[in-house]
C-alpha cells in the first residue's frame, strides 16, 4: 500500500429533476474506453477542476443541466473516505465532508500564502505528504509555495498533452522551467529549497565561487582517477559482442516460444476432443446398459409366453376325475366354465405376442451391435488421442521448457551483464557532466542551489532510477525493434527531457512521443512509490495508444501487440496505485478480466451510451 497519496472512487455530476451522471474507480488499473464524443475527456477535465484547475470544465451541451460535481477521493495512509463538491459552472469553494464525526470543512479554490485559510492545494499536498514544501521560481534563487497545481501536470494529463514535442517535466516552453526543473528535483529526492538564500538578500562572494571550482576540480580529479581504467574501448567492445549474443539468443528464443504456443494449442484442442470423446463413451455405455435390460425383459417376456403354452397344453389334456371336494362324478359337475375356456385361442394370443417379442429382440440386437461397434471406435479413437496428448506433453515438459527456460535464464544474465558494462559508461558520463559544469560557475552555483547544494547526486541517481524504469518499459512493450534501446537524460537547461535510443524525445512521431510520455509517467508513479517518496500516488493520462499505429508484424499475433504488452506491463505493475487510462482503441480480450472497465458504446440501444445519461 502506497505510503502517500489518494484514489478516486467516484465523480458525480447532479442537477435538478435529471438522472445523475456518476462514474465509479478501484484501485489498481482502470481504462475509460468506447466511442468518441462520449464525455471520456470531459471527465478528466471535471477530475483536473476537483484538483484545483483554474478554470471550470469545457462547456459541452450535455451537462448544461447539471449545477454540482462531486468527487470522492481516498486517502492511501488512512483509508479516510473524502466527498468533495463544488459548482460545475462557477468558480467557487469546495466543501468536503467525510463519512465519521469530524463535520464539513470549506476549502478554498487557490493557494494564498497571506490568507489562513486551507485551499484544496494545501488539502490535496498534505494527502500527498508534500505540504508546506518551498521551491525556486526563478535564478535569483526566490523561493515559493509549492501549490498542487505545481505537480498536477505530471499526474493529471490531457490527450493534448501527451503528444507534445516539450519535456513531460515542463507545462510550457521555458516560462516556468526554473520552478518546474525545483518540483521535479523535490519529487525525486523528498527536499525542498526552503534552504536556499536568494541573491537579493545575499551575493556569492568570489571566494566562495572559487572554494566550488577547486571543489568541482577536485571532485572530477578523484572519480576520473577511480574510472579511467574502465575508459577504454574494451568495454565498448564487451557490449557489443554482449548485444549479438543477447540478440542471437532472442532469435532462438522466438522460434521456441512459437512452437510452444503451438503446442499447446494441439494439447488444448486433443484435450478438448479426449473430453468429448469420454462424454460420447459414457453416453452409449448408458445406452448400452439400457438396451441390455430391455433384451433380458423380452427373454423373460418369451420364458413366460412359453410357460402359458405348455400349461395351457397341460390344462386342456387333463382328464375328467371325481371332484376332489364334494367327490361328484364327472356327469354330475357343472363344465360350464371349463366350456367358455378355448385353450387354442389362448395358444394362438401367445404365439402372436411371442412372435412380436422376438422382433422386437431382433432389431434391439441389431441396434446393440451397432452400439458395441461405435464405443469400439470411440474407444480406439480415445486411445490414440490419448497418445498423442502423452507424446505432446512429453515434448512440452521434457524438451522444449526446460530448453526455454534454459535460453531465458542465459538472456537474463546477459542482460544484467550488459547493464553491469553500461553502468561503468554511466560513471564515466558522471565525470564529462561534472567537466561541462565548469565552462559556467554561476550556472554551477544555480544548479547547486536548486539541489540544495548536497541534493546534485540524488537528484542524478533518481534520474538514472527513472531513466531504466523507462528502459525497462519500452523493452517490456517492443516499442522499438532495438532491443537494447538506452534511455538517458539531457540536463541541457532549455532541454530537461529524455534522450532514448540516442536522438531526442521530442524528434519521434507523435505516436511514440505519447508512448514515451506514458512511460515517464508511469515510471515517476513506480520511483515514488518503490522509493518512499510524497507524491499524489496516482496517474490519469488521456489517449496513450490512440495515435500510435501497430507495425504489420505486431498485429499477426495480438498477445505480442504493443498495445497488449502496454496493458500487460501496467496491469503488473500497479496493483496498489490507481492509473486511470482514457483511450479510444479496444482493450485485449484475454486482459479485461484483470482491469476495471468502463465501455461506452456512444448507441443509446447498446450498453452505456456514455458518462451523461442520455434521454
Known amino acids: 500500500m502506497n505510503k502517500y497519496g489518494f484514489i478516486i472512487l467516484k465523480l458525480t455530476l447532479v442537477g435538478k429533476d435529471i438522472p445523475d451522471a456518476e462514474i465509479n474507480f478501484k484501485r489498481g488499473v482502470n481504462v475509460i474506453t468506447g466511442a468518441s464524443n462520449t464525455g471520456k475527456s470531459f471527465i478528466l477535465n471535471c477530475i483536473d477542476y476537483m484538483f484545483g484547475a483554474g478554470e471550470t470544465p469545457k462547456n459541452i451541451p450535455e451537462a448544461k443541466p447539471y449545477d454540482s460535481i462531486f468527487l470522492t477521493i481516498e486517502s492511501n495512509n488512512e483509508n479516510k473516505k473524502y466527498h468533495l463538491k463544488r459548482s460545475l459552472h462557477k468558480f467557487g469553494v469546495i466543501t468536503v465532508s467525510t463519512d465519521n464525526i469530524d463535520g464539513d470543512f470549506i476549502l478554498q479554490p487557490k493557494l494564498d500564502s497571506k490568507s489562513d485559510k486551507d485551499s484544496i492545494s494545501l488539502f490535496l499536498l498534505r494527502l500527498s505528504g508534500?505540504?508546506?514544501?518551498?521551491?525556486?521560481?526563478?535564478?535569483?534563487?526566490?523561493?515559493?509555495?509549492?501549490?498542487?497545481?505545481?505537480?498536477?501536470?505530471?499526474?493529471?494529463?490531457?490527450?493534448?498533452?501527451?503528444?507534445?514535442?516539450?519535456?513531460?517535466?515542463?507545462?510550457?516552453?521555458?516560462?516556468?522551467?526554473?520552478?518546474?526543473?525545483?518540483?521535479?528535483?523535490?519529487?525525486?529526492?523528498g527536499k525542498d529549497d526552503s534552504n536556499l538564500i536568494s541573491t537579493e538578500e545575499k551575493k556569492l562572494s568570489n571566494a566562495k565561487k572559487a572554494a566550488k571550482i577547486e571543489l568541482l576540480e577536485e571532485l572530477i580529479q578523484n572519480t576520473s582517477n577511480n574510472k579511467e581504467n574502465s575508459r577504454n574501448f574494451e568495454i565498448e567492445d564487451q557490449i557489443k559482442k554482449l548485444d549479438l549474443y543477447y540478440g542471437q539468443l532472442k532469435d532462438q528464443l522466438k522460434p521456441l516460444k512459437s512452437k510452444i504456443t503451438l503446442q499447446e494449442n494441439s494439447r488444448n484442442i486433443l484435450w478438448e476432443e479426449i473430453q468429448y470423446l469420454n462424454s460420447h463413451l459414457n453416453s452409449k455405455n448408458v445406452l448400452l446398459e439400457r438396451f441390455e435390460l430391455l433384451e433380458k425383459k423380452y427373454n423373460s417376456d418369451l420364458e413366460r409366453l412359453d410357460s402359458t403354452i405348455e400349461a395351457n397344453s397341460i390344462f386342456d389334456n387333463l382328464p375328467s376325475i371325481d371332484c376332489f371336494f364334494c367327490e361328484a362324478i364327472p356327469e354330475h359337475q357343472n363344465k360350464s366354465v371349463i366350456k367358455s375356456y378355448d385353450s387354442n385361442i389362448v395358444e394362438l394370443s401367445c404365439l402372436q405376442e411371442s412372435n412380436s417379442i422376438k422382433t422386437l429382440r431382433e432389431e434391439l440386437i441389431l441396434t446393440m451391435s451397432g452400439v458395441?461397434?461405435?464405443?469400439?471406435?470411440?474407444?480406439?479413437?480415445?486411445?490414440?488421442?490419448?497418445?498423442?496428448?502423452?507424446?505432446?506433453?512429453?515434448?512440452?515438459?521434457?524438451?522444449?521448457?526446460?530448453?526455454?527456460?534454459?535460453?531465458?535464464?542465459?538472456?537474463?544474465?546477459?542482460?544484467?551483464?550488459?547493464?553491469?558494462?553500461?553502468?561503468?559508461?554511466?560513471?564515466?558520463?558522471?565525470?564529462?557532466?561534472?567537466?561541462?559544469?565548469?565552462?559556467?560557475?554561476?550556472?554551477?552555483?544555480?544548479?547547486?542551489?536548486?539541489?540544495?547544494?548536497?541534493?546534485?547526486?540524488?537528484?542524478?541517481?533518481?534520474?538514472?532510477?527513472?531513466?531504466?524504469?523507462?528502459?525497462?518499459?519500452?523493452?517490456?512493450?517492443?516499442?522499438?525493434?532495438?532491443?537494447?534501446?538506452?534511455?538517458?537524460?539531457?540536463?541541457?537547461?532549455?532541454?530537461?527531457?529524455?534522450?532514448?535510443?540516442?536522438?531526442?524525445?521530442?524528434?519521434?512521431?507523435?505516436?511514440?512521443?505519447?508512448?514515451?510520455?506514458?512511460?515517464?509517467?508511469?515510471?515517476?508513479?513506480?520511483?515514488?512509490?518503490?522509493?518512499?517518496?510524497?507524491?499524489?500516488?496516482?496517474?490519469?493520462?488521456?489517449?496513450?495508444?490512440?495515435?500510435?499505429?501497430?507495425?504489420?508484424?505486431?498485429?499477426?499475433?495480438?498477445?505480442?501487440?504493443?498495445?497488449?504488452?502496454?496493458?500487460?506491463?501496467?496491469?503488473?505493475?500497479?496493483?496498489?496505485?490507481?492509473?486511470?487510462?482514457?483511450?479510444?482503441?479496444?482493450?485485449?480480450?484475454?486482459?479485461?478480466?484483470?482491469?476495471?472497465?468502463?465501455?461506452?458504446?456512444?448507441?443509446?440501444?447498446?450498453?452505456?451510451?456514455?458518462?451523461?445519461?442520455?434521454?
Open 130 to 189: 508534500l505540504e508546506h514544501k518551498k521551491v525556486r521560481k526563478n535564478l535569483n534563487n526566490v523561493t515559493d509555495n509549492l501549490s498542487f497545481r505545481d505537480i498536477s501536470h505530471l499526474c493529471v494529463i490531457p490527450e493534448e498533452k501527451i503528444i507534445t514535442e516539450s519535456s513531460p517535466i515542463f507545462t510550457s516552453n521555458g516560462f516556468k522551467a526554473t520552478k518546474e526543473k525545483s518540483v521535479f528535483s523535490l519529487l525525486l529526492t
Open 372 to 615: 458395441k461397434e461405435n464405443i469400439y471406435k470411440i474407444k480406439a479413437s480415445f486411445s490414440e488421442k490419448k497418445l498423442q496428448l502423452a507424446l505432446i506433453e512429453n515434448e512440452i515438459e521434457q524438451e522444449l521448457k526446460p530448453y526455454i527456460n534454459k535460453t531465458i535464464n542465459l538472456i537474463e544474465s546477459t542482460q544484467n551483464a550488459i547493464f553491469e558494462k553500461k553502468s561503468k559508461l554511466k560513471d564515466i558520463e558522471r565525470i564529462d557532466l561534472l567537466r561541462k559544469k565548469l565552462f559556467d560557475i554561476d550556472q554551477l552555483v544555480e544548479d547547486r542551489g536548486q539541489s540544495n547544494s548536497n541534493n546534485s547526486a540524488l537528484i542524478t541517481n533518481g534520474m538514472e532510477l527513472i531513466c531504466k524504469d523507462i528502459e525497462d518499459r519500452l523493452l517490456n512493450w517492443n516499442l522499438f525493434d532495438n532491443e537494447h534501446t538506452r534511455v538517458t537524460f539531457n540536463y541541457e537547461s532549455k532541454v530537461w527531457d529524455f534522450i532514448i535510443a540516442g536522438q531526442g524525445r521530442g524528434a519521434y512521431g507523435k505516436g511514440v512521443r505519447a508512448l514515451t510520455y506514458t512511460a515517464f509517467s508511469l515510471s515517476l508513479l513506480n520511483y515514488c512509490v518503490k522509493q518512499s517518496k510524497p507524491y499524489s500516488g496516482l496517474l490519469l493520462i488521456d489517449s496513450p495508444l490512440v495515435a500510435f499505429k501497430e507495425r504489420k508484424l505486431d498485429i499477426v499475433n495480438t498477445n505480442q501487440s504493443i498495445k497488449f504488452n502496454f496493458f500487460n506491463d501496467v496491469l503488473s505493475t500497479f496493483k496498489n496505485q490507481q492509473v486511470i487510462i482514457f483511450e479510444n482503441v479496444d482493450i485485449p480480450e484475454n486482459l479485461k478480466k484483470y482491469m476495471h472497465i468502463i465501455e461506452f458504446s456512444g448507441n443509446k440501444k447498446i450498453g452505456r451510451y456514455g458518462f451523461i445519461p442520455m434521454n
